[in-house]
């Protein structure tokens, strides 16, 4: 039996285990992600740059990734996913208010 056919195997055999695997692995891949976005975005600009999608991207990164440890009861994972998740919400909402004219908390 190949590599291939005895994934095919076990992924039958267990599709839910299946597709929590894959949400985990979007979750990290999500989260990923932004930092090619902001080593790309910084490269164009010439200088360190956090653009908006850098959040937007860890803030659905976390969630997927809380998800799955949260599936899987990893429970210093789910630490770990957690507690960052209202950072990334509070910078997301500050670059937002800032974008549309609000005026930053003193």
Same mark, same amino acid.
């Given at each position: ?20 695997? !894959? ?14 976005? #902001?080593?790309?975005?910084?490269? #164009?600009? *010439? ?12 803030? @659905?990164? *976390?969630?997927?990734?809380? !998800?799955? @440890?949260?599936?899987? #009861? @990893?429970?210093?994972?789910?630490? *770990? #996913? @957690? ?18 004219? *609000?005026?930053?908390?003193?």
């Amino acid at each position: 039996m190949n590599f291939l056919s005895h994934l095919y195997t076990l992924a039958l055999a267990h599709p839910l285990d299946t597709v929590w695997t !894959s949400i985990g692995f979007l979750g990290q891949a999500v989260f990923g992600i932004r930092f090619l976005i #902001q080593w790309l975005r910084s490269e #164009q600009a *010439g200088h360190s740059v956090v653009p908006i999608a850098f959040w937007y991207v860890s803030l @659905a990164g *976390g969630v997927i990734s809380l !998800s799955y @440890a949260l599936h899987l #009861q @990893a429970w210093p994972l789910v630490l *770990g #996913q @957690a507690l960052p998740i209202p950072i990334y919400a509070r910078n997301l909402y500050m670059v937002l208010r800032d974008r549309h004219g *609000g005026t930053p908390a003193a």
